[in-house]
């Protein structure tokens, strides 16, 4: 039987005490990034996965590819049923099991992942509190090389099927009436701006930055909890409707999920985020 989860966030321990259970997976979603603003790439993080070790039994999930759809004209974004369902089964997921993800920056990659398991009914998956950073920096086992799914591996298990998609996405329409006031959102800019560069074009207006690394421990690399977390959100906790973003629409899902922590219950991700934005607004672009 797979374990059960209470929280979105699990802590290293109740991992530690869990690794090796029955339907529980895994998943590592690193990607790592060179460059700033728009001029940000981004890649796989399998190599590092493999070379400088992962949480023992942890199958590599590429964001980059595997869970985003392929042929958009924008980096990550979210894959249709087909895209996520073909991704799911090929790491071996099912629908009875326990996902756990972490990833090894603040975690915005691992939230990302969670969140797009959530958008598509999937409520048995959590992010690693901390992540591989707090796992190895607590002495923890780390394994090194590849880890293979077998092909068959959903054959007895009846695979894995997506729920009904969730209204947990904004896109750009629904950002411009946000602005606009025709259907008020407060808006969060979760890109700290360091992530941004000293040039770019202006971030949506009316937003509220609270910067995925002010929700964080600098020394553990967890999540703030309680009135800490709380205080980080106090100026836009109370609005009715909450849109997050960033760069590409990752480390806004770490305030998504931060808020979701919190019990706010109308919180979505604008997808695209800023590359989508500032591609499509003239106005951004003349700022």
């Known amino acids: 039987m797979a374990p059960v989860l209470t929280s979105p966030l699990v802590s290293t321990q109740w991992l530690a005490d869990h690794l090796g259970a029955d339907e529980l997976i895994v998943l590592d ?6 460059g700033t603003g728009l001029d940000t790439m981004w890649h796989t993080a399998q190599d590092s996965y493999e070379q400088h070790g992962h949480v023992p039994g942890a ?5 980059v590819e595997s869970f985003s759809e392929p042929g958009s ?13 073909a991704a799911a ?3 071996g997921v099912t629908n009875t099991a326990t996902v756990v993800v972490y990833d090894d920056s603040v975690g915005e990659w691992a939230a990302r992942l969670w969140w797009i398991f959530r958008s598509f009914g999937f409520d048995s998956a959590a992010v690693l509190d901390g992540g591989f950073t707090k796992w190895r920096d607590e002495g923890r086992p780390v394994r090194v090389g590849a880890l293979r799914t077998p092909a068959n591996e959903n054959a007895h298990t009846g695979g894995f099927l ?13 950002v411009r009436r946000a602005v606009s006031g025709e259907q008020p959102a407060s808006l969060v800019l979760a890109a700290p701006e360091s992530a941004l560069g000293t040039e770019h074009p202006a971030v ?10 002010t929700l964080v421990d600098p020394e553990t690399n967890a999540y703030l909890r309680g009135p800490a977390l709380q205080r980080a959100f106090a100026s836009v906790i109370d609005a009715e409707e909450i849109v997050t973003y960033c760069g590409v629409g990752s480390a806004a899902c770490v305030d998504a999920l931060a808020l979701t922590v919190l019990g706010h219950e109308k919180v979505r991700v604008y997808d695209g985020s800023l590359l989508d934005w500032w591609r499509n607004e003239p106005q951004a672009l003349a700022s």
């Open 73 to 85: 004209d924008l980096p990550f974004t979210r894959p249709g049923t087909e895209q996520f369902e």
């Open 162 to 174: 997506a729920g009904e998609e969730r209204p947990l996405w904004a896109d750009r329409d629904r």
């Open 59 to 63: 199958r590599y999930a590429d964001l």
């Open 89 to 91: 089964q090929a790491l």
């Open 204 to 213: 949506v207006p009316g937003s509220t930055p609270i910067a995925v690394d």
């Open 29 to 34: 979603a690193s990607v790592h990034t060179v």
